[in-house]
């Protein structure tokens, strides 16, 4: 379990400072945290996707997934 936890704590650590080496198999831990890896793994997409697009609003890029974003939640105001 030790192993696990440590794997899990350095996939946190990658998806803050590495993304490219982000990576966590789920296969390898054990039956009772894969529904936590799995959990984590869509937490660091939502991360990784929020990075990127404020790094492209804070450089001016509207793409049009980004667009249709802020469109949207500007219309639900």
């Given at each position: 379990?030790?192993?696990?936890?440590?794997?899990?704590?350095?996939?946190?650590?990658?998806?803050?400072?590495?993304?490219?080496?982000a990576?966590?198999?789920?296969?390898?831990?054990?039956?009772?945290?894969?529904?936590?890896?799995s959990?984590?793994?869509?937490?660091?997409?939502?991360?990784?996707?929020?990075?990127?697009?404020?790094?492209?609003?804070?450089?001016?890029?509207?793409?049009?997934?980004?667009?249709r974003?802020?469109?949207?939640?500007?219309?639900?105001?």
């Amino acid at each position: 379990m030790e192993a696990a936890t440590e794997n899990l704590f350095n996939y946190l650590h990658d998806v803050i400072f590495d993304q490219s080496k982000a990576v966590l198999n789920i296969e390898t831990l054990p039956d009772g945290i894969t529904d936590l890896g799995s959990g984590l793994q869509y937490f660091a997409e939502c991360v990784m996707e929020t990075k990127e697009l404020a790094q492209s609003l804070s450089k001016g890029i509207l793409n049009g997934r980004l667009r249709r974003a802020i469109i949207i939640n500007l219309l639900n105001l």
